[in-house]
């Protein structure tokens, strides 16, 4: 009986791998929302990370998470290090780009896995209209997150983030 459990367990193991070798070298998870207030004001808020708590989704998962800024206030070259509990982890933040029509961000996971991978807002609206701001993340799959897409997808893991942080967005942009 013991054989055939250690058999049972090897052979899913085989599987899980096999299924985990299948999976895209890379993964993208998208979200968008519209919001009453122009680009420019949208930007200052992603921008500048010291705003990041208005509105970030994983912010209020840690009130104690530790956060250190570097470089320029905001804008290219402002940075954001972050050390909190297992639902946030650990990682860095760089602005790389940034003009009126999107933001690129340097995004590094230390913990509880490494990853680097790109996040970008685009912003495209007039100050008269709602501005309609699109969040991706983009970034290579490593073995672990091949293997932990077997059982769900990064959009399905990330993705609600994005959509909590776009409505966090919309309140904070659209307040005086």
């Known amino acids: 009986m013991l054989k055939l459990i250690a058999a049972v367990v090897v052979l899913a193991v085989v599987i899980i791998l096999i299924l985990a070798a299948t999976k895209p070298a890379t993964f993208h998870v998208e979200r968008s929302a519209a919001i ?5 004001k ?28 570097s ?31 999107k933001t690129n961000i340097r995004l590094d996971f230390i913990k509880p896995f490494a990853g680097k991978n790109t996040a970008t807002f685009y912003y495209s ?10 969040w991706t993340m983009d970034g290579p799959s490593s073995f672990m997150t091949k293997v932990m897409m077997v059982f769900t997808s990064m959009d399905k893991m990330i993705g609600p983030d994005f959509e909590r942080g776009l409505t966090n967005l919309k309140s904070a942009a659209e307040h005086p």
């Not at 949208?42 to 800024?69: E, G, K, N």
């Not at 609206?125 to 699109?134: D, E, I, L, Q």
Request: glycine share 10%; aromatic share 10%.
């Open 36 to 40: 009453a207030a122009p680009p420019e």
């Open 71 to 101: 470089g320029p206030d905001s804008g290219t070259g402002a940075i954001y290090h972050w050390k909190g509990n297992s639902k946030v982890g650990e990682g860095e933040m760089e602005i790389l780009s940034a003009t009126p029509e």
């Open 125 to 134: 609206g007039s100050p008269a209209g709602p501005t309609s701001v699109r």
């Open 42 to 69: 949208i930007a200052t808020f992603v921008t500048d990370f010291h705003h990041w708590d208005a509105w970030s989704p994983w912010a209020r998962l840690d009130p104690a998470m530790q956060v250190t800024y």
